[in-house]
């Protein structure tokens, strides 16, 4: 699919399944393996990992985040050495979305000590490598339906024809795959908002207080404005994101706003949507909570806010 049309189809997903876990699995894959490896990917690469990508029967994970560089990605300390036609990967990644159960990882090391973002490459290494330790799911405050865990790598030997792209190519890659995850992986939260959205009025109008239907007090009219503005201005960022690399066009700055606005609106959303609930919504039982604690990460996820305000000042010549 074009970009345009991706996003589109994940915001559907969005609106009609309530498991942001799932969305947030599926969005990763896509965007920051599937997309890096139908870019970068030599021919063998694509036809061993695409089809089964595609079709569901292997998971793929996205490994750079590490104990010390999270933010700061390109501060990463994982190490590949290269030895008689084979790297030799050691170091450790953390927040490893899916990493638990991944059929194989995309994984970011230093190939050169110094040489800063050039001494950076990326490498496919399979789950049954030798030296590349799992570490259990971690109990996470949301997206609670996809798992996150820890990889070790301990003198992980991983074949040359293993390498994604050309060696010191991790830079691009990386930023390749980060656009892609920026642009569309918060589709799936424009259709949550637009359900919410749909769920609050009804709720509004049907729960009584004081002799009259909630909807009608301003402090909850008035939340629920809010609601629909964030699902407009959303909407219209995420489009015009989608539309642009859909064109070819580059996207960096357009990127980091569509990422920061609908992360944000999001869990602004998702906490009015609780409030108008009330104590209702409080409870597990009716699910209005769990998107509360979904959208926390992704104000963290693919680029803190903080991250992306950064990146929008950087663009603006700040």
């Known amino acids: 699919m074009d970009p345009l049309t991706f996003t589109i189809a994940m915001e559907a997903l969005g609106y009609g399944c309530a498991d942001n876990g799932l969305l947030f699995a599926l969005g990763a894959q896509i965007c920051s393996v599937e997309a890096p490896l139908a870019r970068f990917g030599t021919e063998e690469q694509q036809a061993t990992y695409l089809p089964a990508l595609c079709d569901g029967s292997m998971v793929g994970a996205h490994a750079m985040s590490e104990p010390d560089s999270g933010s700061d990605a390109f501060s990463l300390a994982t190490t590949a050495e290269r030895r008689d036609g084979h790297y030799v990967l050691n170091g450790s990644k953390r927040f490893i979305t899916s990493g638990p159960e991944a059929d194989f990882v995309l994984v970011f090391a230093r190939t050169k000590p110094t040489g800063g973002f050039a001494g950076v490459s990326a490498f496919l290494v399979e789950r049954s490598t030798r030296g590349l330790l799992i570490g259990p799911p971690v109990s996470k405050m949301g997206l609670r339906t996809v798992p996150m865990g820890e990889l070790t790598f301990e003198d992980c030997v991983v074949p040359e024809n293993h390498l994604l792209g050309k060696p010191g190519s991790g830079f691009a890659i ?131 806010s903080d991250i992306q305000r950064n990146v929008i000042a950087a663009r603006l010549g700040l």
């Open 174 to 304: 990386f930023n390749y795959s980060m656009e892609w995850e920026r642009s569309h992986i918060f589709a799936g939260a424009v259709g949550a908002m637009q359900r919410q959205l749909e769920q609050v009025i009804v709720h509004a109008r049907d729960r009584q207080q004081f002799g009259q239907p909630i909807g009608r007090f301003q402090a909850v009219s008035h939340r629920i404005v809010d609601l629909e503005l964030r699902v407009r201005t959303s909407r219209l960022l995420l489009y015009e994101v989608a539309w642009m690399r859909s064109q070819g066009r580059p996207a960096a700055l357009e990127s980091a706003m569509a990422k920061l606005w609908l992360s944000e609106s999001f869990l602004a959303s998702s906490l009015d949507a609780l409030f108008v609930h009330g104590g209702i919504g409080y409870l597990s039982e009716t699910g209005v909570e769990r998107d509360v604690r979904d959208a926390v990460g992704g104000c963290i996820y693919s680029g803190t």
